[in-house]
């Protein structure tokens, strides 16, 4: 799976950039969606978006005949995407914008590591675990820099740690599926079901949506590239790092929200905050280190690996030839 590792480097922090956009995005709406009516109908966009690109794609079938996609993984990936939507929007409301935010980022990678470890038996490496350590220190300091003096919900915090938990199974479920099926294909599964999990859910919770035209646009916007792009983009990656690396790198995401609401709404962020920020980035791009010196270090390993192998090959040639000299000559009779 570690094929390419810069690359999935790159895609990954490039899909956590178009995360960022959500939040200065939805605050030009007009406000007539409740942030449930938001969240499902930006998976009911993103997931027309996915069909699309899976209908304009070239190339073969998602699955070979007869190998069908793992529906284990496939039912994980769904309902994992649901989940997250619902258990965020639902922690966050219920623990506060701050805290909810903080529990459920910070905690994602976290339960990515212990997932990875337990079901792949790949432990990260030490590098690894530094870097989110100091990314998810950041990022709690980031989001907790305006204070919060509304006592914490235990079922929010519970919430937020369910949505840092399906993010993480979303993650291991769509790196499985990735190796029978396209990007595109996933995606699609994964949020055509949550999309059909979460408009009920909505619908049942804040009843029909009134929104204006501006409402409109911002879930056009974050459906289409917020979503729909940012988690292709995701998707590609998953094909070339592992599942820890995926998901610190990911934390990415608030740093651009940072800078977008400095620069563009026209907030002014404090000291704590923007320390919060220089953890965050330190925290990835010490991820960023672990996952290509790890990738090299592979690399090395596999070429003495076939630099030792190359003179028992050309060993076992050797003596194929001198056999076949030794070996008796048998004339056929005329």
């Known amino acids: ?163 840092g938990l399906s993010y993480a199974v979303y993650t291991l479920a769509s790196q499985r599926l990735l190796r029978a099926a396209p990007p595109a294909a996933v995606t699609l599964y994964a949020f055509g079901a949550a999309a059909a999990l979460a408009l009920p859910a909505a619908w049942w919770q804040s009843g029909a949506p009134a929104p204006h035209p501006a409402d409109v646009a911002a879930v056009l916007y974050v459906g289409v590239a917020a979503t729909g792009v940012a988690y292709l983009l995701y998707s590609h990656a998953l094909r070339h790092i592992a599942t820890a690396p995926a998901v610190t790198l990911a934390l990415a995401e608030p740093v651009v929200a940072f800078l977008l609401a400095v620069a563009v709404v026209g907030e002014r962020p404090s000291a704590y905050a923007v320390l919060g920020l220089l953890l965050v980035v330190a925290g990835v791009l010490a991820v960023v280190r672990n996952e290509l010196l790890g990738a090299s270090r592979r690399a090395r390993q596999g070429q003495a690996t076939a630099a030792a192998a190359a003179p028992a090959d050309a060993a076992s040639s050797r003596d194929a030839a001198d056999a076949g000299l030794r070996a008796p000559r048998v004339h056929p009779s005329p």
């Open 1 to 163: 799976m570690n094929t390419h590792p810069k690359t999935g480097v790159v895609l990954v922090l490039s899909a956590a950039a178009l995360w960022g956009t959500t939040g200065t995005a939805q605050s030009f709406a007009g406000g007539g969606l409740s942030p449930l009516w938001f969240g499902a109908l930006r998976l009911l966009v993103a997931a027309l978006f996915f069909a699309l690109c899976f209908a304009l794609r070239r190339g073969p079938r998602p699955a070979a005949p007869g190998t069908p996609l793992p529906r284990l993984a496939l039912l994980g990936a769904g309902l994992s995407m649901a989940a997250y939507n619902l258990s965020f929007f639902g922690g966050v409301r219920e623990a506060g914008v701050a805290v909810g935010t903080a529990i459920a980022l910070g905690s994602g990678p976290v339960w990515a590591g212990v997932l990875q470890s337990l079901l792949t038996r790949q432990v990260p490496a030490p590098g690894w675990w530094l870097g989110t350590a100091l990314a998810v220190g950041g990022g709690v300091l980031m989001t907790l820099a305006g204070g919060s003096a509304a006592a914490v919900s235990p079922a929010g915090v519970a919430l937020c740690l369910l949505a």
